[in-house]
């Protein structure tokens, strides 16, 4: 059943496929639960699409304003779920991400029910599937793709067997500070870390300024296909006064704008490649001169 699933999915386009126990979500609170979202879950399946790494050239060479979006189109989780149901006679549910500030809040309808809204972390449950790790930059990466990868999550009710979390070592972090130091705007503090543990992986986190990512001008944008708002690049404020000092964690903060395509996880992406650390490998450097930055917006 498992490897029916997988090779639909497949055929959808989706490269990075994983599936995690529930339980791999226990530490997690209740609104950030799958089993919030489908009682009865006992697999949550991840997937994950490889975004061409020629779309990323375009904003590191400063020659187009390109878009690499984090989540993958709703509709094609629609028919891995659909397929599922076809196939299995188990239930399904494509998982809609939506960003946090864009839900309405409610009160939970009865005093035994979690508060809506339920929102799953992407890069947890990435963890959890066995997809990979969460760099110090708070990007998750991929063995193969590094940071290159848009996600999706189809829960079922389906017996399942989870794969194992991914054990292998792709950041570098003890040596590399590429990220933060490609950053114009110092906004990731390498030296400020917090160790966390994700779906029973032990991580160490950079705390990263994402109030000023929010307003970088070196790739950070809004993810276009939530559609509702782009909250996740407005940033806060205090009186008249922009909030630009605080710190937090990819794991820690609920929108955190796509610096998928900023300069810091494209440099990311020449510091894995440069060193042989991803299995993908392309016949061209990713990286051959200084990057494209606009760097008067430097705090
Ligand atoms: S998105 Fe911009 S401000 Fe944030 S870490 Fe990356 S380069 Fe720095
Ligand atoms: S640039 Fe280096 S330190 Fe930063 S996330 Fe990538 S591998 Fe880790």
Known sequence: ???????????????????????????????????????????????????????????????????????????????????????????????????????????????????????????????????????????LLTPAYGPRVSLGIV????????????????????????????????????NETITVDVAGRETVLARVNYSLCATCPNGAMPDVNFKIGQEEMMPGYTGNQEKLTETSTALTRKDVPNILSAVCTRSCIAHLEDNNLLTIRFHNKFRESEPWTLRNWER
């Open 1 to 139: 059943m498992k490897e029916s699933i997988r090779a639909y999915a497949e055929s959808l386009g989706f490269a990075v496929f994983g599936i995690a126990d529930p339980a791999r979500f226990n530490t997690l609170p209740e609104n950030a639960h799958p089993c919030s979202i489908q009682p009865a879950c006992k697999a949550v399946i991840v997937v994950g699409m490889p975004l061409p790494r020629g779309g990323f050239r375009g904003i590191e060479e400063g020659t187009l304003w390109s878009y690499n979006g984090r989540r993958v189109p709703y509709r094609l989780l629609l028919d891995i779920a659909r397929f599922i149901e076809q196939s299995t006679g188990y239930e399904a549910v494509a998982y809609e991400a939506t960003p946090a500030k864009a839900m309405p809040r409610r009160k939970p309808v009865s005093q035994s029910h979690v508060a809506p809204n339920v929102m799953l972390n992407f890069d947890w449950a990435a963890v959890a599937a066995g997809l990979g790790e969460i760099g110090l930059c708070g990007q």
């Open 155 to 190: 829960l079922t009710d389906a017996p399942l067997e989870a794969d194992p979390v991914y054990t292998g070592t792709i950041c570098d972090r003890a040596h590399c500070r590429s990220c933060a130091d490609a950053c114009p705007m110092h906004a990731i503090h390498p």
